[in-house]
């Protein structure tokens, strides 16, 4: 089993909402930071939002208020939900665990947001 598993994403309208789901090993799930991060063609990959040592999350400024990361415990998953979708949304989005530099990326999920 691939260590980062993602569902979820598609094509929504302007003003819709998606949820993105990340099932994880049971190890990574406990011991790595779990965030996700997103990439549009030609630029980098950036971080979208993403658990904090202590369980609190952090948002880029452009997300916040419309996505919420979250996680359940007894399914080892953490999702992305995205409501108020944007155009510049669009992107393949990445489910991340990282710890002391170790990271594992999820396979991609693509978010496409077009009337």
């Known amino acids: 089993q691939a260590p980062l598993v993602e569902s979820g994403g598609g094509l929504v309208q302007p003003g819709g909402s998606l949820r993105l789901s990340c099932a994880a090993s049971?190890?990574?799930?406990?011991?790595?930071?779990l965030g996700w991060y997103r990439q549009a063609p030609g630029n980098d990959r950036e971080l979208v939002a993403a658990f904090k040592r202590g369980g609190s999350a952090n948002y880029r400024d452009s997300v916040k208020g419309r996505f919420t990361i979250s996680r359940d415990n007894a399914k080892n998953t953490v999702y992305l939900q995205m409501n108020s979708l944007k155009p510049e949304d669009t992107a393949v989005y990445y489910c991340?665990?990282?710890?002391?530099?170790?990271?594992?990326w999820g396979q991609g999920a693509q978010v496409t947001v077009s009337s």
């Open positions: 049971r190890d990574i799930f406990s011991i790595y930071d």
């Open positions: 991340n665990a990282e710890y002391l530099g170790y990271n594992y």
